[in-house]
């Protein structure tokens, strides 16, 4: 079999090989490191990966492309499976109002925060929204990322913005080399014209949008905020079975702010993934290990609300619940495309050691996305999405926060970045 690109005398090749499934417990520090390793890629397929040189039946021609890896730590391509890519706007004229003290809740209630979002998002171009969301997804490219999940939900209430958000993810996928995965996400917020009823909201949201989305197959899965002053437990009940029913897989974002009962509804459901978790229940910590909820973290936005609290990953971890790390990348509660800087985050606040946190980048956000058959672990069959960085450890790589250590990365066994 022909190589038609070969990374060799890689310092550090982090493969996570194992079951593809997302890890758990003790299994979450399992990386499948490889000294002086290679890796042997045909076309968009990996063909071998292992120490030294390679075997016989691999071979090589003028038109192979032969990378160095000695320095280099190399992963496969990184996973950020929570994130809000596509909105109008940005909210930094609220950065003086977390100053003073107002929170999200306040800033929400007094018309801000997404409410803005939204109306911005309605009034942009589908073209303005394409350019934005593409400059972000370099951003996120540049940093190693290959695959990338992206909400909508800044529609509240407008059903026609809503598609607009998907709309635009589904032609970068179609045109960007970074793989997106759509997720609706009607139930972001109640609109103001249902306050007062917001189970009539529910009752649309279930008898029309959900079902538009499916027929169409606009979007892989279906979201919601459950929290206080948002939806409750039980509307997003409905809501979430109302995606099963269509066929959508449910997410749910879960006690961010409050211990609602959202982690718990997770695991009774059947989510693929809850995500937030900042005040999830032990109870709820257990439910979601019992029915293999993946946990996706985003100490980012924890980081910038700055209320002092954050996920309990390390008790996720002990429960074998298997955790799953990601921007949250938004206008608002995060900011930023940067998922290294959520990597050193985890490691720093969550308390997650550098083994715990790539694999909570690689394979579990690959399962948190139902790709782990396809992405998140370098092994011969899988997609050749890898990631080069200019750091001789995974250690490294944490530890010296806040540069971008990506040198190159390759999407489907070709360069698609390369630093300068």
């Known amino acids: 079999m022909k190589a038609t690109l070969v990374i060799e005398n890689i310092e550090n090749l982090i493969t996570i090989k194992g079951e593809n499934k997302a890890r758990a417990g003790s299994q979450q520090s399992e990386i499948g490191l490889i000294k002086?390793?290679?890796?042997?890629?045909?076309?968009?397929?990996?063909?071998?990966?292992?120490?030294?040189?390679?075997?016989?039946?691999?071979?090589?021609?003028?038109?192979?492309?032969?990378?160095?890896?000695?320095?280099k730590t190399v992963t496969p391509g990184l996973i950020d499976p929570h994130t809000h890519l596509i909105h109008g706007g940005s909210r930094e004229n609220e950065l003086s109002m977390k100053l003073k003290g107002k929170d999200?809740?306040?800033?929400?209630?007094?018309?801000?925060?997404?409410?803005?979002?939204?109306?911005a998002t309605e009034n942009a171009t589908l073209d303005e929204l394409y350019q934005k969301a593409?400059?972000?997804?370099?951003?996120?490219?540049?940093?190693?990322v290959t695959t990338v999940e992206a909400k909508s939900g800044y529609g509240i209430g407008s059903f026609n913005t809503e598609?607009?958000?998907?709309?635009?993810?589904?032609?970068?996928?179609?045109?960007?080399?970074?793989?997106?995965?759509?997720?609706?996400?009607?139930?972001?917020?109640?609109?103001?014209?249902?306050?007062?009823?917001?189970?009539?909201?529910?009752?649309?949201?279930?008898?029309?949008?959900?079902?538009?989305?499916a027929e169409n197959k606009l979007a892989k899965f279906c979201d919601v905020f459950c929290e206080e002053g948002v939806f409750t437990v039980d509307q997003s009940r409905?809501?979430?079975?109302?995606?099963?029913?269509?066929?959508?897989?449910?997410?749910?974002?879960?006690?961010?702010?409050?211990?609602?009962?959202?982690?718990e509804l997770a695991a009774e459901v059947g989510c693929i993934s809850a995500e937030h978790l900042i005040a999830a229940s032990d109870q709820g910590i257990k439910d979601m290990a019992e029915k293999g909820v993946i946990a996706v973290l985003l100490p980012g936005t924890s980081f910038?609300?700055?209320?002092?609290?954050?996920?309990?990953?390390?008790?996720?971890?002990?429960?074998?619940?298997?955790?799953?790390?990601?921007?949250?990348?938004?206008?608002?509660?995060?900011?930023?495309?940067?998922?290294?800087?959520?990597?050193?985050?985890?490691?720093?606040?969550?308390?997650?050691?550098?083994?715990?946190?790539?694999?909570?980048?690689t394979i579990n956000a690959a399962a948190a996305l139902g790709l782990e058959k396809e992405v998140g672990s370098l092994e011969i069959g899988?997609?050749?999405?890898?990631?080069?960085?200019?750091?001789?450890?995974?250690?490294?790589?944490?530890?010296?926060?806040?540069?971008?250590?990506?040198?190159?990365?390759?999407?489907?066994?070709k360069v698609v970045y390369e630093r300068n």
Request: a negative charge; one cysteine or more.
């Open 36 to 71: 002086n390793g290679i890796i042997a890629v045909n076309n968009d397929k990996i063909i071998y990966v292992g120490e030294g040189g390679l075997p016989n039946n691999i071979k090589t021609d003028n038109n192979t492309i032969i990378l160095n890896g000695k320095g």
């Open 104 to 119: 999200y809740l306040e800033i929400l209630s007094a018309g801000g925060g997404i409410h803005s979002t939204a109306k």
């Open 134 to 144: 593409e400059k972000s997804l370099n951003i996120m490219l540049s940093f190693g």
């Open 163 to 213: 598609l607009k958000q998907i709309e635009v993810a589904n032609l970068l996928n179609k045109n960007h080399p970074v793989d997106l995965i759509s997720t609706f996400m009607g139930a972001h917020a109640i609109p103001d014209e249902y306050k007062d009823n917001p189970d009539l909201f529910v009752d649309k949201l279930i008898d029309d949008m959900i079902p538009y989305i």
């Open 238 to 263: 409905r809501i979430l079975n109302a995606a099963k029913t269509n066929r959508l897989i449910p997410k749910v974002h879960a006690d961010e702010i409050v211990s609602l009962g959202g982690a």
């Open 304 to 361: 910038n609300l700055q209320k002092g609290t954050a996920a309990r990953a390390r008790k996720m971890i002990e429960e074998n619940v298997p955790v799953a790390i990601s921007t949250d990348y938004n206008p608002g509660s995060c900011p930023s495309e940067n998922l290294q800087l959520m990597m050193t985050l985890a490691s720093l606040t969550l308390r997650m050691m550098p083994e715990e946190v790539i694999v909570g980048v």
């Open 382 to 413: 899988k997609k050749a999405d890898i990631a080069i960085f200019d750091a001789p450890n995974l250690d490294y790589m944490i530890y010296h926060f806040g540069i971008n250590h990506t040198e190159k990365v390759i999407k489907n066994g």
